[in-house]
C-alpha cells in the first residue's frame, strides 16, 4: 500500500514568480515526514505539488519531477485526478461537507468516478475507517447527523477517516492541528503514530515541538526574504535535526532565534 | 487619580465618558434603517389593502347584478369572474412554470460556466453580457419576440408536434396541425425563459462564486473530477440560492405583461398544449389588455384579478423558504 517518494530539482512557480526553488528530497514510506519553516518559506505549497493540488490555483506550475515509486507525477497523460486517490490530503482548517451526515462524508471519496458499493460494504467502510481515524466510539450513534455538527477536533478526524477510506498510499497533512485545541491536537498526534504503520504521511507544521513529537524525518524550508522562492535547506532523521543540525540556519529556527 | 471625580470629567485621551456626539449618531442611523425597513411593511399592507378594499364589490357580489355590467364577462356563456379566474390562473401558472423548466437549468449552466469553468477574462465578458440582458425593456422583447422569434420557432412547433404530439403539453389540434403564426403559450414561455435567464443566473454565479475554498479543495483532494467536486461542493452550497434565484425569476414571470400582452394570442381554456393558439392567457396581460376600455364594475373584477396573481406569488414565495428551511441543519451555516 504505501509508496516512496523522491523528488528531483522540483521548482513551484505562481506564473511568472518562482516560490519554491530546486528542492530534491526523499521521502521514505510507512514514516511521518515533517516540513518545518518560517510562514511564506513555501512548505505548503511544495506540499501541494504531491498530489498536484497547487493546480487549483490559476497559473500555478512546476518543473522537475515528482517521483511515486518511480513514476513520475508529472509525466504528459498522468490525470491529477488519479494521482489525488493515491495521495490524500488533510487540510488546516477541518472541511466535511456541511450538507452530507457523518457516514456520507466519509463515504464521499469511495463514491466518486461512478465507483457502486453495496450497503454492507458501506456500512464495513464507514466503521473501519473511523475507527481508524479513532473517532468511531464517539459517533457511532449518529452517523447520519451533519458533519458539522461535530467538534473542531473531531470534524478533522473525520476529515483523516475521510481522507483514508479511499485507501491512498500517502497521506499529506498540511497544518492539520493548527486549529485545534491542545488535547484534540494530542488525539491528531496519536493517530499519526498508527497511521504510520498502514501509510506514508508528510506533514507540514508551524510547531516545532509537533514536529519532534511525531515525526521520523524532518525538513527545514526557508526564504532568504519577502519576493524570494522558499528553499530547502536541510532534511535529516528527526533526532539529528533537533540536537545537532548541521545548518546554522536550522539550528537558529529550532532554537526560536527566528521564524 | 485616586481622587474620585465626575464622569464627565474622567478622560480617555482627553474624552468624556459621557461624550454625546457618537451616540446621536447612532441613534439617528438606527431610526433611518428601523423607517426604511417598516416601509416595506407599509408598503405591502397598502397594497393587500388596496386590493381587498376594490376588489370587494366583484367578490361579494353573489346575485349576478354587478358582474352582468362588465362587457368581458358573458353570463350567456356561462362564464362568471371566478371561471374566467380559474382560466387565467391556469394559463399563467402553466405559461411561468414552463419558463422555469426552460430557464432554471440553461441559468445555472451559464453561471457554473461562469464561476468556474471559463477562464477569468472571459467569464468577465460574459457576466457583463448577462446583466445587459437583464437591461432590456420587456417591451422590447415582446417586439423581438413576436416579430423574429415566434416566426422562426413555428416550423420547430409542427416538428415538436409530429413527433412528440403524444406528449400532452406538445399535443396538436385535432387536424394534427399547430398554430400557423406560432403566437402560442410556448412562445410566450420562451421569452419569459429569456427575460429571466439574467436574473437566475446572476444570483447564482454569486452564490457559486462562494462556494468555500476549504470544500471545494476536500473534494477534489479525494480525486474529484471538476464536474465530481461541482456536485459535491458547489451544488449542495449553492442550494438554497438556486431555489432563492429561480423563485425571484418565477416571480418575475409571473407579473411579466408586456411581452405576453404582445405575443401570445389570447383565449381562455384549460388547454394543456403549448403549441394550440388562442387558448391561454395571463392574468397580468388580460389585466393590461381589459383596463383601458373597463368601466368602475370592470375595474373592481380586474382588480380582483390581481388580487389572485398577489396571493399566487405570497404562496409562491412562501414555498421556496419552506424548501430553503427544510434542511437548514445541513446548510453550512452552523
Not at chain 1, 477541518?94 to 454492507?120: D, H
Not at chain 1, 508551524?206 to 522562492?229: C, E, L, W, Y
Not at chain 2, 468556474?116 to 467569464?123: G, I, N, S
Not at chain 2, 440582458?133 to 415582446?142: D, E, F, K, Q, R
Amino acid at each position: 500500500m504505501t509508496k516512496r517518494i523522491d523528488v528531483n530539482n522540483l521548482n513551484v512557480y505562481y506564473s511568472n514568480f518562482l516560490a519554491v526553488e530546486d528542492v530534491s528530497l526523499a521521502i521514505e514510506p510507512k514514516s511521518v515526514t515533517a516540513f518545518i519553516g518560517p510562514s511564506g518559506c513555501g512548505k505548503s505549497t511544495f506540499l501541494r505539488t504531491l498530489n498536484r493540488m497547487h493546480e487549483v490555483i490559476p497559473g500555478a506550475r512546476v518543473e522537475g519531477e515528482v517521483l511515486m515509486d518511480g513514476v513520475n507525477l508529472y509525466e504528459a497523460g498522468v490525470d491529477p485526478v488519479a494521482v489525488r486517490r493515491h495521495v490524500g490530503m488533510v487540510f488546516q482548517r477541518p472541511n466535511p461537507f456541511p450538507t452530507m451526515s457523518i457516514a456520507e462524508n466519509v463515504l464521499a471519496g469511495v463514491k466518486l468516478n461512478n465507483k457502486r458499493i453495496s450497503r454492507a460494504d458501506a456500512d464495513d467502510l464507514v466503521e473501519s475507517s473511523l475507527r481508524g481515524a479513532n473517532l468511531w466510539e464517539e459517533v457511532k450513534d449518529r452517523l447520519d447527523k451533519p458533519g458539522s455538527s461535530l467538534s473542531g477536533g473531531q470534524q478533522q478526524r473525520l476529515c483523516i477517516a475521510r481522507a483514508i477510506a479511499i485507501k491512498p498510499d500517502i497521506l499529506l497533512m498540511d497544518e492539520p492541528c493548527s486549529a485545534l485545541d491542545p488535547i484534540s491536537t494530542l488525539a491528531i498526534e496519536d493517530l499519526m503514530q498508527e497511521l504510520k504503520d498502514e501509510y506514508t504521511i508528510v506533514i507540514v507544521t508551524h510547531n516545532m515541538q509537533q514536529a519532534a513529537r511525531v515525526s521520523d524525518r524532518t525538513a527545514f524550508f526557508n526564504i532568504a526574504g519577502t519576493g524570494k522562492p522558499g528553499k530547502l535547506i536541510e532534511m535529516n532523521d528527526t533526532a539529528t535535526m533537533f540536537s545537532t543540525p548541521s545548518e546554522k540556519a536550522t539550528e537558529d529556527y529550532i532554537s526560536g532565534r527566528f521564524g | 487619580m485616586s481622587t474620585t471625580r465626575a464622569a464627565s470629567e474622567v478622560t480617555a485621551e482627553g474624552t468624556p465618558l459621557t461624550a454625546h456626539t457618537e451616540r446621536a449618531a447612532n441613534k439617528i442611523f438606527f431610526g433611518l434603517s428601523a423607517a426604511s425597513a417598516s416601509l416595506i411593511l407599509v408598503v405591502l399592507a397598502a397594497v393587500a389593502t388596496f386590493l381587498l378594499l376594490e376588489a370587494w364589490p366583484a367578490l361579494t357580489d353573489s346575485s349576478g347584478d354587478y358582474l352582468d355590467k362588465v362587457a368581458w364577462i358573458s353570463p350567456e356563456k356561462g362564464q362568471s369572474l371566478i371561471e374566467i379566474a380559474g382560466y387565467l390562473i391556469f394559463g399563467t401558472v402553466l405559461i411561468s412554470t414552463v419558463a422555469l423548466l426552460i430557464a432554471t437549468p440553461l441559468s445555472i449552466g451559464i453561471a457554473l460556466f461562469i464561476s468556474h469553468y471559463a477562464p477569468r477574462r472571459l467569464a468577465t465578458g460574459l457576466a457583463y453580457m448577462v446583466d445587459l440582458l437583464a437591461a432590456i425593456p420587456s417591451v422590447v422583447y415582446g417586439l423581438w419576440g413576436g416579430m423574429v422569434l415566434v416566426p422562426f420557432l413555428q416550423p420547430f412547433y409542427q416538428w415538436l408536434a409530429d413527433w412528440f404530439g403524444w406528449f400532452p403539453l406538445f399535443a396538436p389540434a385535432e387536424d394534427g396541425t399547430v398554430s400557423a403564426t406560432g403566437r402560442v403559450a410556448l412562445s410566450a414561455s420562451i421569452v419569459l425563459a429569456i427575460m429571466v435567464i439574467p436574473i437566475i443566473t446572476a444570483v447564482t454565479r454569486e452564490v457559486f462564486l462562494q462556494t468555500p475554498k476549504l470544500h471545494e479543495e476536500a473534494a477534489l483532494a479525494m480525486g474529484a473530477t471538476r464536474w465530481e467536486m461541482v456536485r459535491m461542493a458547489v451544488f449542495p452550497f449553492g442550494r438554497s440560492g438556486i431555489v432563492g434565484a429561480t423563485m425571484l425569476g418565477l416571480g418575475r414571470a409571473l407579473g411579466e405583461t408586456m411581452a405576453v400582452y404582445m405575443i401570445l394570442s389570447v383565449g381562455l381554456s384549460y388547454s394543456w398544449s403549448l403549441l394550440n393558439a388562442s387558448s391561454h392567457n395571463t392574468i397580468a396581460s388580460y389585466i393590461a389588455a381589459q383596463f383601458p376600455e373597463a368601466n368602475t364594475q370592470g375595474v373592481s373584477a380586474l382588480i380582483a384579478l390581481g388580487l389572485a396573481l398577489f396571493v399566487i406569488t405570497l404562496l409562491v414565495n412562501m414555498l421556496a423558504r419552506w424548501i430553503v428551511s427544510r434542511r437548514s441543519e445541513f446548510s453550512g451555516a452552523n
